[in-house]
């Protein structure tokens, strides 16, 4: 078994905002974008905005960042959402605001994907273990009984207006995951803070999750790199320019291991409890919110080409950019004239 690793993101991101912030700029700003870095949500986390109080604002965020992780994080045993899992079948856990917020956006986006995305898929994302080192190929009998686990209809979370915010698994080893959609949500509370000190352009990177807020000081939108998933972190394939926007990418190029020469990604389809095998290597969402960019990215993927394109033209404010495995890459109509195919090897269909 070979379990593939990749450099560091934040290195690669960096270049990636100095070329597509800089780019064809006239003059030198008077003042030097700030460049902030943390490894937080398992991820790089980078900001690049340009203020005299860049490193009080930038630690502000990170500070937040950290808050959403402590109670939403599966590594450590205490977070709200652990000991959420460690209840399940037993009792309901009274979880915060944000993390009661996360969820019930997790649970809408269910439902707009018809469980493609599925907050509960924590059973099967613990069986396969991809990224860990120790990943391996489930049994089927294993899969099925993780399976069974796996249905966001059964959590239950109670009103937002009742004074307690609670949550409950009915089914004992059941486990929530929001490894997709958490970044997203860090990726919008970040832009709030830097929005409420006054910044009013920049991008934020969060391990790919992009957000890319007000723009350029010249007026012209950000333009950000979409990740060729053929090639090494860091070679983009095509350009999509944005203001005020989220550029989420699923896929799975990343995180995956080798078996018997079979390529297994991370990327769990919840109603097959396998690896999405739809002809897709990558999905970007472009969206107003990160939350629902995130969740979207992976449900999206999940749905396949025509399925997954049909759900981003039903909905308002989203637009989606699909790769296939023949190199293939396709648009929805919002992105026509935003997109521009940079890689010859790619045909834009």
Known sequence: ????????????????????????????????PYIAHEFMLDTD?????????????STAVFQRI???????????????IAVL???????????SADTHYVLTKAI?????????????????????DVGSGLARVPGDAEIQKALALVDYRSLQINPDSDQLHTVFLPRLGQVVDLGGIAKGYSGDEAKRILLEHGVRQGIINLGGNVMAFGHKKDGNPWRVGIQNPLAPRGTYLGIVYVSDKAVVTSGGYERYFIKNGRRYHHIIDPTTGYPANNGLISVTVVAD???????????VYVLGLTEGKQLIDSMDGV??????????VYTTAG?????QLTDGDFSYE
Request: charged content about 25%; overall charge neutral.
């Open 45 to 57: 986390i980078i900001i690049n905005i340009e203020d005299s109080r860049a490193p009080q604002i």
């Open 66 to 80: 950290a808050q959403i992780e402590k109670k939403m994080t599966l590594f450590s045993q205490d977070s709200e």
């Open 319 to 328: 637009e989606a950019i699909f790769i296939t495995n023949e190199r293939k």
């Open 85 to 95: 899992n460690a209840q399940a079948g037993q009792k309901a856990v009274e979880v």
């Open 1 to 32: 078994m070979v379990i593939e690793r990749k450099p560091a993101a934040w290195l690669t991101a960096l270049i990636l905002l100095a070329i597509f912030t800089c780019a064809g700029c006239a003059k030198v700003d008077e003042q030097a």
């Open 335 to 339: 992105l026509k004239d935003c997109f």
């Open 108 to 128: 809408a986006m269910s439902k707009i994907t018809r469980g493609a995305f599925d907050p509960t898929i924590g059973p099967l994302v613990k069986l396969w």
């Open 289 to 299: 919110r990160g939350i629902e960019a995130d969740a979207l990215s992976t449900g």
